[in-house]
């Protein structure tokens, strides 16, 4: 589930539609969590589809570590790419808002942590990566772990109205990693071995 403040709203031609917050997301803020209303396919359910379906779940899901297929009930399938995205995903199942995050900006993901099928070439951002390649996870875990290390803390510090999505579990995971008891999982634990594209 996305954030409630944010909306879907057209960014432009290339991009289509995207979501963008309607209030301030300050830095720490969840902006999405992995909730019990998202569908999960098994890895091999695109085999299943006929090919418009299975198009289109290739298009608007991403796939977690075990190969699974995760569609997004809500906006939330809707976020763009950006090398530069103000959003990051954790190994617990839910995105941080990883810099404030004013109203009517975009929220976006480095789809790289996503285990994309394939590679694909986005718009030019004038940054040093500029293909997204399936194994990014391999390539950038140690600089996206950096970040939320140090954002970590913050987490408990703001108002989460999606804090209570996650299970009993993640929420103690949370206060052990902010209090030092334990050391924060990677987010190399998101890599799930990239298949061959079935488009």
Excluded at 161 to 175: G, H, R, T
Aim: glycine share 4%.
């Amino acid at each position: 589930m996305m954030h409630p403040d944010t909306r879907l709203e057209w960014i432009d031609e290339e991009k289509g539609f995207g979501v963008v917050a309607t209030k301030l997301l300050p830095k720490g803020t969840i902006t999405w969590v992995q909730d019990e209303l998202d569908l999960v396919f098994p890895p091999d359910k695109p085999e299943e589809l006929k090919p418009l379906t299975r198009e289109l779940l290739e298009k608007y899901s991403f796939r977690n570590q075990k190969g699974e297929h995760i569609l997004c009930w809500d906006i939330a399938k809707y976020v763009n790419h950006s090398f530069r995205s103000n959003c990051l995903s954790t190994a617990y199942n839910f995105e941080v808002a990883i810099r404030d995050i004013k109203a009517g900006e975009e929220l976006t993901d480095d789809y790289g942590y996503l285990n994309l099928s394939e590679s694909f070439t986005p718009r030019d951002e004038g940054v040093e990566r500029k293909v997204v390649h399936p194994d990014d996870i391999l390539k950038c875990y140690k600089d996206w772990d950096k970040v939320l290390e140090d954002l970590f803390p913050l987490i408990e510090d703001r108002v989460q109205p999606l804090f209570e999505l996650l299970s009993d579990e993640v929420k103690q995971e949370i206060k052990a990693v902010v209090s030092g008891r334990k050391r924060m999982l990677s987010t190399k634990n998101l890599y799930c071995k990239p298949e061959k594209s079935r488009i």
